[in-house]
């Protein structure tokens, strides 16, 4: 069934409330690909662990393959402007709502015809992000309200590391994004993660906190390990394994 089918069904069942709310919110993937979240702040290393990911499931022989948010779409591409202060949107429900069209057009074009296919897909940022960053001045009710059709990881994977860590990895860059940018900022954002990994958990949807400080090669083993429970029934027979490096 696509996410098309998905939304109409659920919008259906809605309104004729054979369901509440809660149920509507981020759909089960269906497929038999399997989509792994990795998130944190800016400077947590959820690109590093995303790529890594990549080849780890590439040696398994699991066929995959790795994409990010913002994504490379049209809207993406203008998210992206907006990040790095080439274009400024109106205000911050205008910034959400471009985020959250963003992602359905990347779910829409993009994830879900790789789930179809049986590819897994690792995304470096999902829903989780827009729970995160745009509640600093939007409701996160109206947030998950905007980003309910985005269909639900199998696996999301949190990097927790300390607002100075983070901001001590990108110190170094030469152009810094909007949220990079002050430091209280990003501990509010922070702040906004444990919130909504706390409202997600509420409903049902666990997403794995991991200590972000330690060596990429000991993060990533850990995520290995998560990830293998997911990927194990997919792929009997496979060595799920990877030794830190």
Not at 36 to 44: A, L, T, Y
Not at 98 to 107: G, I, K, L, N, Q
Not at 148 to 173: E, K, Y
Not at 178 to 198: C, H, K, P, T, V
């Amino acid at each position: 069934m696509s996410l098309r089918h998905l939304c109409r069904l659920e919008v259906a069942t809605a309104v004729s409330g054979g369901c509440d709310n809660l149920a509507m919110l981020n759909p089960r993937n269906p497929h038999p690909g399997a989509l792994i979240v990795i998130e944190g702040i800016d400077g947590s290393g959820s690109t590093t662990q995303s790529e890594l990911l990549l080849a780890w499931l590439q040696r398994a022989g699991v066929q995959a393959t790795l994409t990010s948010e913002p994504s490379k779409g049209p809207i993406g591409g203008a998210l992206r402007a907006h990040l790095s202060r080439q274009i400024e949107l109106s205000g911050p429900e205008a910034e959400a709502l471009a985020f959250a069209a963003d992602r359905m057009d990347h779910v829409d074009a993009e994830i879900v015809p790789a789930l179809e296919r049986g590819v897994t897909v690792v995304t470096d940022r999902y829903y989780l992000s827009s729970l995160a960053y745009q509640a600093l001045s939007c409701d996160l009710a109206w947030l998950r309200e905007i980003n309910r059709f985005a269909i639900r990881p199998d696996l999301t994977v949190f990097l927790s590391v300390p607002v100075d860590v983070g901001m001590a990895r990108f110190s170094g860059r030469a152009a810094r994004e909007r949220f990079e940018e002050d430091r209280g900022e990003l501990a509010r954002i922070a702040g906004r993660y444990e919130a909504a990994i706390a409202a997600l958990a509420a409903d049902g949807e666990e997403v794995k906190v991991i200590d972000g400080t330690r060596t990429p090669g000991e993060i990533h083993v850990e995520i290995v390990q998560l990830a293998a429970g997911v990927l194990a029934p997919r792929y009997p027979g496979l060595s799920m394994v990877e030794e830190a490096g």
